[in-house]
């Protein structure tokens, strides 16, 4: 059994910008802030993988930061500033090999895993993957997805293209539409891109980059199911739909 007796906040971020890659007390402190507000689930191991990576993407995205994956000074004062980390409990759960979390309104002695007294320090520490590309996702989807977002959404900024990933990725989940990626892309009349063969455009890296946010989590659309662009739309039906914001020329719609 553990007893924490006055396991105080603290922190300790360096100055250094943070990012993917990085080892060490800044990316425990990261992590740790990060899943105490709810944005990281993975294990407190001190290494920046891309788990870290689109957690701390989306926490900026959700606190207006600019959303580059990259922890520098006003990144880690929102932090500061909306979290809390006890660094010697975190520490010594590391130190014993003890699973434990560090999620917020969670009482200290109620986050650490009894029974996992054995494990060691070592096993605390995770191999990542050189992917960020979830399971369940083919290439060819991951390709006919990058060809929507450029075909559709190459002049766009970076968020909408992401918005755009996102709106193929809402509809999939959606009961009125396909059930597969491609299904859902040339669904008679669904994409302009489609319709005018810009979809056979080669995509760039940002259009690929874009479809990983997406996949990974990120969903600028805020669940839209539809866009459109009100300076060419045609179809009279779609100002009907209830919308939820615009990005770019794109107005988002459920």
């Not at 007796?5 to 802030?33: K, M, P, T, W, Y």
């Not at 500061?80 to 409990?89: A, D, L, P, R």
């Not at 190459?154 to 809402?170: D, T």
Request: aromatic share 12%; hydrophobic share 40%.
């Amino acid at each position: 059994m553990f007893f924490i007796i006055c396991a105080g906040e603290a922190h300790a971020f360096s100055n250094q910008v943070i990012q993917r890659g990085a080892v060490g007390d800044d990316v425990l402190e990261l992590q740790a802030r990060l899943q105490y507000i709810g944005f990281y689930n993975g294990k407190i191991d001190g290494v920046f993988g891309w788990g870290t990576y689109w957690a701390l993407r989306n926490f900026q995205y959700k606190f207006g930061l600019p959303v580059d994956g990259l922890a520098g000074e006003g990144t880690k004062a929102k932090l500061v500033k909306v979290s809390k980390y006890y660094e010697s409990f975190v520490k010594e759960q590391i130190r014993k090999g003890t699973s434990f979390t560090h999620y917020g309104g969670k009482p200290l002695s109620e986050q650490v895993k009894q029974g996992d007294n054995n494990a060691t320090a070592e096993k605390t520490t995770v191999q990542t993957t050189a992917t960020n590309v979830p399971k369940g996702f083919s290439q060819n989807d991951i390709r006919l997805l990058a060809n929507a977002v450029y075909g559709e959404a190459r002049g766009e900024p970076y968020i909408g293209q992401v918005a755009v990933a996102a709106v193929i990725l809402n509809r999939l989940e959606h009961p009125s539409f396909p059930k597969s990626i491609a299904g859902i892309i040339f669904q008679p009349g669904a994409f302009t891109a489609v319709s005018d063969g810009q979809i056979w455009l080669t995509p760039n890296e940002t259009a690929k980059k874009a479809v990983l946010d997406a996949l990974n989590g990120w969903d600028p659309s805020g669940g839209a199911i539809y866009y459109f662009n009100p300076e060419t739309a045609t179809n009279g039906w779609i100002w009907s739909r209830p919308q939820i914001k615009q990005i770019g020329k794109h107005i988002f719609c459920k």
